[in-house]
């Protein structure tokens, strides 16, 4: 059993804004926690044995192996954002390193809490190593004083080794103020497999983000799953891209995507590169006000024997959906939400039990609102 | 139970239903024949509520309640039911959470009522998606039996269904129907859409209509009606009234 988190100066509104993007101060549903406010590391530490989480300093002068790991997935020169995080002399972040063979049931959560500063940013790896099995529950927030211009910047480098697995889930609790770029890549290699799951559903100024998953091994696999709404005021861009670059390889990217009002550009690409790989895409989008869901599927196949498909369908509720949950009693607002919950339904194979109940409490707090 | 007074309706521009007058008192079952396209859907879902079947004229009472003006789950909570023919197919809505949804408070035992009509595999599967025919009978009759409502319309039970899963959806309508009490008792009512009359064998029907070109045109006992058609056609039965 773990120490509750100490959050000295964090107010209960802000606790309960860490609660909401799936962060336990308790410690009660997890093995190990990492937790940054601002550039400040209040904690880091984990109990699972064959698990390590480590500040990025730290971690780096423990291992100096992990240079060749660090921007190795991410390239320090891809775009503004990851020039500002590599430039800095004093770089903040998580390294978390499950060894060989080593296995958590409870997730390890990472937050990244917005606080005070104007910028904050993070430079994160993630390595599982041959055969062991990592959950992460990210949970990122801002707090609710942080006023105009707040941005947060994350870059995280995933390394998944052969037959080994990680899944990561990101729920986001940002405010309407800040702007959320996140830089994220992922080499997955032989039997490998990644899951990445992102939720957000509340306001944000603007999040931009499009991870990317190399399927350099065999029969590897990488899913992401994305389930958003967009309020007014929100711009959401955001994306996922697998690169199949091994036979048996395959990729799915999922999309739910609600706007109530602000925009949704829901993009995602998979690139067949090698015979016997298969890669599916699929984004629906509910309009509920007058907003903006864009979807830009991508599949790009280059060589026989790469089988690539794609589903998208944008639209309102169906009226005669709402009337036959009407006619069973439900009022019309009762219907609605009942409808949109299922829409919004992803369950993810091969995700514990305690995150998967983690997503759906995030729905119910929007449910809870009238979504 | 149910009083219809020259009601009128229409669907996009087009009048479909002229004048219709219809008394179904409380425990009685009456059942409503006549051809494709002849009004008999449009009619259930007027009498449900459903917001494109736009009443122009005439009333509808229910259990002395003018519910005419009523939307849908208005009705459904005083206890107007429908089964279905073509429900909708709703994605990602589980049918084991539509079906806590509707019970609401209720302490029913889903699983439990599932097993009877053998939809306690269907639970976590999408609303409709994929089901056969036989199973969209199943899932209406499993919301209806947690419904449990007072008026009981059922449009087309035994269509696309085979003779085994016409006798388990006979029997358990049979029970939404109250057929088990004995007739005073009874309090439940019933309209049944129906062309080949195998369900009278579980609902013993009081009353037969036929309806043709959206006016109920017929009334008498429903197996004489259902003999009738089923040996002259529609065609003669009708002129036979008309003259
Ligand atoms: N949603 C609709 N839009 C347009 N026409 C409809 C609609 N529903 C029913 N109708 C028309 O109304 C008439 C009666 O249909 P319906 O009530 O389904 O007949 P039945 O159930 O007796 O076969 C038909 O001519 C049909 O085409
Ligand atoms: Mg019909």
Redo the contacts with the bound molecule.
Sequence with gaps: MQEPVKTPGLSSTDKERLSQAGIDLEMKNRCGSYLQMDQDMVHAACDESGIEVLPYKKAIEKYSWLQDYAWKAVSPDKDDITKYVAAQEDPRGYVIIAHKGSKNVLPIQTCLFLGRDKIQHAHNIIIAEEGAELHIISGCASGSHVGKGGAHYGISEFYIKKDAKISFTMIHYWGEDIEVQPRSASIVEENGVFLSNYVCMQPVKKIQMYPTATLTGANSLARFSSIVISLPGSHMDLGSRAILEAPGASAELITRAITKGGTIISRGHIRGNVAGTRGHLECKGLILKDGIIYAIPEIEGSVVGTELSHEAAVGKLAKDEIEYLMARGLDEDEATATIIRGFLDVKISGLPEALQRQIDASIDVAEKSGF | MLQIKNLSVN??D?E?LHDINLTIGGGETHVLM?P???????LLMTIMGFS?YVITKGQILFKGEDVTAMHAHERAQRGVGMMFQRPPTISGLKLGKMLTAISKTKEENIPELAKIVHMDRFLERDINKGFSGGEIKRSEVLQLMIQNPDFVMLDEPESGVDLENISLIGRNIGGLLEKDKHIVDRKKSGLVITHTGYILDYIDADKGHV?CDGEVKCHGNPREILKEIQQRGYKECLECRSQ
Excluded: D, E, L
Aim: glycine share 28%; hydrophobic share 20%; proline share 0%.
């Design positions: 669907v996009g087009k479909v006549g494709n396209g002849s009004g008999k859907t449009t494109s309806m």
